[in-house]
């Protein structure tokens, strides 16, 4: 069984730092892959960033200059370092990933979700 599991959310002054990590549970070969998202209360969920196997990234333009996206492969874990933070980031956040896990699959997973709060 294949798992994404979640951590790093919490209570954080404007201005502040998290790092957020989602880490596979599980065996694969390899991510293809790995996205973060957001939901605050009454908003869609929208892409936050993103990384590539190849180590490219993309980021939204409102957290761009702020938030850096990273992996450990040796840990098959992924990195959300979040600085500088603004009331507006308040949301749970949840990982996105597409895994291989044989030679011939691939599958998508998503994490459960932690929550980040902004506030002083």
């Known amino acids: 069984q294949v798992q994404l599991v979640e951590s790093g959310g919490g209570l954080v002054q404007p201005g502040g730092s998290l790092r957020l990590s989602c880490a596979v549970s599980?065996?694969?070969?390899?991510?293809?892959?790995m996205t973060w998202y957001r939901q605050a209360p009454g908003k869609e969920r929208e892409l936050v960033a993103g990384?590539?196997?190849?180590?490219?990234?993309t980021y939204a333009d409102s957290v761009k200059g702020r938030f850096t996206v990273s992996r450990d492969n040796a840990k098959n874990t992924a990195y959300l370092q979040m600085t500088n933070l603004k009331p507006e980031d308040t949301a749970v956040y949840y990982c996105n990933a597409q895994l291989r896990r044989t030679m011939m699959r691939v599958d998508d997973y998503w994490g459960q979700g932690t929550q980040v709060t902004v506030s002083s």
């Open positions: 599980g065996r694969i070969i390899s991510i293809n892959f």
């Open positions: 990384i590539i196997s190849g180590g490219s990234t």
